[in-house]
C-alpha cells in the first residue's frame, strides 16, 4: 500500500488557504481516509508558544527578521519530529497549512535575509520531511487585504505594508515556476467551490490511493487551524 501523501498549503495572508485545507480534510474523513490537519506556526504545545510570541507578544514589534526565522524553524523542527512524521509513519495523509516555502517566501524573499541561510536551516529544521504536493493560493494584495478585514486584532504578519505582499505573492510565482514537479500555483481569487474541486482533481490523479478508503479507517485528527480565507 502507497504511502499517504503529505500535502501542504501555501499563499499569503487572506489568500484562502485554510479555507482548502478544511475542505480537503472533510473530502478525506467522508472517505474515511486517516488523516492529519496542522498549521505553521504552531501544531505542537511548544509551537503554539512561539506562534504566541511571533504574533501577538505585545514585546514583538522590535522582533528582527533574523530572530523571526529562527523562531519559526524552532516551531517547524519540533513540528515535524512530534507531530508530521510520526502521523505519516502511522499511515495517515498529512495537511499542513504552511510549511518552508513560507520562510522561503516571507523571511527569505520578503524580508530579503539570505537565500542560502534560509535554505540551510529549512533543511535542517525538516531532514527528509518534504512534502508530496504543495498548492499555491495566488491572490493579488488588494484582494488579501479585504479578506483580512476581520473583527479581532491583526496579528503581527498581517499588519505588514502592501509592497510586502507584493513581494510575498512575486517570490511564490517564482517558486511555482522553479518548483513545478512539486508546487501546483492555484488562483485563489475564484469560488471557493471550484478552487476546492480544482484542487481535489489534481490530487486525486497524482495520488489515486486517496480516491478509495485504504483501510476502512474512519481516523482524523486535527492539531490545529486558522481562520477561514487566511
Not at 501523501?5 to 489568500?15: D, K, L, N
Not at 495523509?93 to 536551516?121: K, M, P
Not at 517558486?175 to 481569487?189: F, H, P, T
Request: hydrophobic share 35%; with cysteine.
Amino acid at each position: 500500500m502507497p504511502r499517504l501523501p503529505f500535502i501542504t498549503f501555501e499563499g499569503s495572508e487572506g489568500c484562502g488557504k485554510s479555507t482548502q485545507v478544511h475542505r480537503l480534510a472533510g473530502r478525506l474523513k467522508r472517505s474515511g481516509i486517516p488523516f492529519l490537519v496542522t498549521r505553521e506556526p504552531g501544531g505542537t504545545p511548544i509551537g503554539e508558544t512561539i506562534r504566541e510570541l511571533l504574533q501577538f507578544a505585545p514585546h514583538n514589534s522590535s522582533m528582527t527578521p533574523e530572530t523571526e526565522l529562527l523562531l519559526f524553524e524552532a516551531s517547524r523542527s519540533q513540528l515535524v519530529r512530534e507531530t508530521i512524521k510520526p502521523a505519516l509513519e502511522r499511515g495517515m495523509c498529512v495537511i499542513a497549512d504552511r510549511f518552508f516555502d513560507s520562510t522561503t517566501v516571507y523571511q527569505g524573499a520578503a524580508r530579503s535575509l539570505d537565500r542560502e541561510v534560509v535554505e540551510g536551516l529549512n533543511a535542517f529544521a525538516v531532514g527528509d520531511c518534504v512534502p508530496d504536493i504543495t498548492f499555491v493560493l495566488d491572490v493579488d494584495a488588494a484582494t488579501a487585504e479585504f479578506r483580512m478585514q476581520k473583527p479581532r486584532k491583526a496579528d503581527r504578519m498581517e499588519q505588514q505594508p502592501a509592497e510586502f505582499y507584493e513581494r510575498v505573492r512575486d517570490a511564490y510565482r517564482h517558486l511555482a515556476k522553479r518548483e513545478r514537479n512539486r508546487v501546483v500555483l492555484i488562483d485563489g481569487s475564484g469560488d471557493p467551490d471550484q478552487i476546492e474541486t480544482e484542487i481535489w482533481a489534481t490530487i486525486s490523479a497524482r495520488f489515486p490511493v486517496l480516491r478509495k478508503n485504504p483501510r476502512g479507517a474512519k481516523t482524523a485528527a486535527t492539531a490545529s487551524s486558522r481562520d477561514p480565507q487566511s
